[in-house]
């Protein structure tokens, strides 16, 4: 039988608790899972990539060891579709906020499809609690030293709290 790969991409700058919700979605419907964080050197991330990497593989091990998934985080620089093949991934997830996300998932699912029509792109919602966190929102609350606690792991908070504190 052909293993069920799952790839989710994105920029994780940092890991939310929107993002470990999808994720907790996702190894529902996989055998494993590859999260592959973008280097995205357009977005100017805020966290070096291999910080990134690390932050969100922390979270990882609890979530592999509860569903019995194994997760793999993978860096990447290429094009989507390309790594998607590298991978073996027979699908991309992504997550979607209200109305925001549509327009561009929207575009890249039809660009995508051109690239390897073979690799689907499925569409998981966060639970209600964690549909408004967005990377960029809680870099900003603390950066003017808000309380961040609601939106990220605790260690990812803590690492916000110290990026900011230096600054
Ligand atoms: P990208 O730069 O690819 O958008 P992100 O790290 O911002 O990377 O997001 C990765 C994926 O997770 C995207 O599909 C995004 O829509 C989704 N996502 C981020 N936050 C949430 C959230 N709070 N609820 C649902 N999906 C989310």
Do not use: C, W
Request: proline share 4%.
């Amino acid at each position: 039988m052909t293993q069920r790969i799952g790839l989710y991409p994105g920029t994780f700058d940092p890991i939310t608790l929107g993002h470990i919700d999808i994720i907790e979605r996702a190894v529902k419907m996989v055998d494993a899972l590859v999260i592959g964080v973008a280097v995205n050197r357009d977005k100017g991330p805020l966290f070096p990539l291999d910080e990134r990497v690390r932050m969100v593989g922390d979270e990882m091990a609890v979530i592999s060891k509860k569903s019995g998934v194994p997760i793999r985080v993978t860096p990447f620089e290429t094009l989507l579709m390309k790594f998607a093949e590298e991978q073996k991934a027979n699908f991309i997830i992504r997550g979607l906020r209200a109305v925001s996300d549509f327009e561009y998932e929207f575009q890249m699912v039809g660009m995508n499809q051109k690239l390897n029509d073979d690799i689907e792109t499925v569409f998981l919602m966060a639970d209600v609690r964690y549909q408004f966190i967005a990377s960029r929102l809680v870099k900003e609350v603390a950066r003017l030293g808000g309380d961040i606690d609601a939106f990220v792991p605790a260690a990812v908070g803590a690492a916000l709290k110290a990026k900011f504190a230096k600054g």
